[in-house]
T-cell receptor, first 115, second 113 residues
Framework: GESVGLHLPTLSVQEGDNSIINCAYS??????FIWYKQESGKGPQFIID?????DKRQGQRVTVLLNKTVKHLSLQIAATQPGDSAVYFC??????????????FGQGTILTVHP | DTEVTQTPKHLVMGMTNKKSLKCEQH?????MYWYKQKAKKPPELMFV???????INESVPSRFSPECPNSSLLNLHLHALQPEDSALYLC????????????FGPGTRLTVL
C-alpha cells in the first residue's frame, strides 16, 4: 500500500545551525507534498508545499526538495531557532481517484534546538 | 479569518455519554476533514466532506458520526465510546478537497473514562 515515512525519528541541533529533515514516499503517482510543524498541544501548522512538477521550493528560512527518482522529500531549515523545536511531518496528498483529499502522514521527526 | 476553530479544547466523557465536537472555518473552503491523533503518532484520517457531502469514510466505527450542516461547520457526534478512543481529534479544511493544502485546527483533547 501507500506509505510515507521518515529516515530519522529525532534530530538535535544547536541554535543557528541548519537542519535537514528527510522523508521517503512509496507512491510514485503522488503529485503533492506538504510539510507540517506540530508543537506540543497544538494542531499541525502548514510550513511549505511542493507539487511533483517541481524539484525545489523556497519559503522564509525553509526549503523543500523533491527527488522523484528516489521518491525522497526533504525539509531544510536555515539558521534554526529554539522556536523551531517541534515535531515535523511530511504528508502526501492522494493522487487522483478515490485518493483525492486523503492526506497520508509520515511518522514524524522530533526536532530539538538547543540555545 | 484564516483559521480553523474547534470546541471544546478538552472533553472528558464516560462510555455511556453522548457528546459532540464542533469545528468551524470562514475561509470559504469547501472540504472539511476529521483526523484522530494518538500520542507520538501522526494524524490518521477519519472522514472527508466535500461540498457538504461525505466523500471518504476510513472505515470508522459507527460510534463516531460526522455531520456537515453547512460549508462552514463540521460536527463529530460521539456515542458509546471506548477508552481506546481517547486521543486528539483534529479538524481541517481545504479550498476544494482535491490536491490542495489542508489547514488544521488546534484539536479537541478527548478522554474517555
Amino acid at each position: 500500500g501507500e506509505s510515507v515515512g521518515l529516515h530519522l525519528p529525532t534530530l538535535s541541533v544547536q541554535e543557528g545551525d541548519n537542519s535537514i529533515i528527510n522523508c521517503a514516499y512509496s507512491n510514485s503517482a503522488s503529485d503533492y507534498f506538504i510539510w507540517y510543524k506540530q508543537e506540543s498541544g497544538k494542531g499541525p501548522q502548514f510550513i511549505i508545499d511542493i507539487r511533483s512538477n517541481m524539484d525545489k521550493r523556497q519559503g522564509q528560512r525553509v526549503t523543500v526538495l523533491l527527488n522523484k527518482t528516489v521518491k525522497h522529500l526533504s525539509l531544510q531549515i536555515a539558521a534554526t531557532q529554539p522556536g523551531d523545536s517541534a515535531v515535523y511531518f511530511c504528508a502526501e496528498n492522494g493522487a487522483g481517484g478515490t485518493s483525492y483529499g486523503k492526506l497520508t502522514f509520515g511518522q514524524g521527526t522530533i526536532l530539538t534546538v538547543h540555545p | 479569518d484564516t483559521e480553523v476553530t474547534q470546541t471544546p479544547k478538552h472533553l472528558v466523557m464516560g462510555m455511556t455519554n453522548k457528546k459532540s465536537l464542533k469545528c468551524e472555518q470562514h475561509m470559504g473552503h469547501r472540504a472539511m476533514y476529521w483526523y484522530k491523533q494518538k500520542a507520538k503518532k501522526p494524524p490518521e484520517l477519519m472522514f472527508v466532506y466535500s461540498y457538504e457531502k461525505l466523500s471518504i469514510n476510513e472505515s470508522v466505527p459507527s460510534r463516531f458520526s460526522p455531520e456537515c450542516p453547512n460549508s462552514s461547520l463540521l460536527n463529530l457526534h460521539l456515542h458509546a465510546l471506548q477508552p481506546e478512543d481517547s486521543a486528539l481529534y483534529l479538524c481541517a479544511s481545504s479550498p476544494t478537497g482535491l490536491t490542495d493544502t489542508q489547514y488544521f485546527g488546534p484539536g479537541t483533547r478527548l478522554t474517555v473514562l
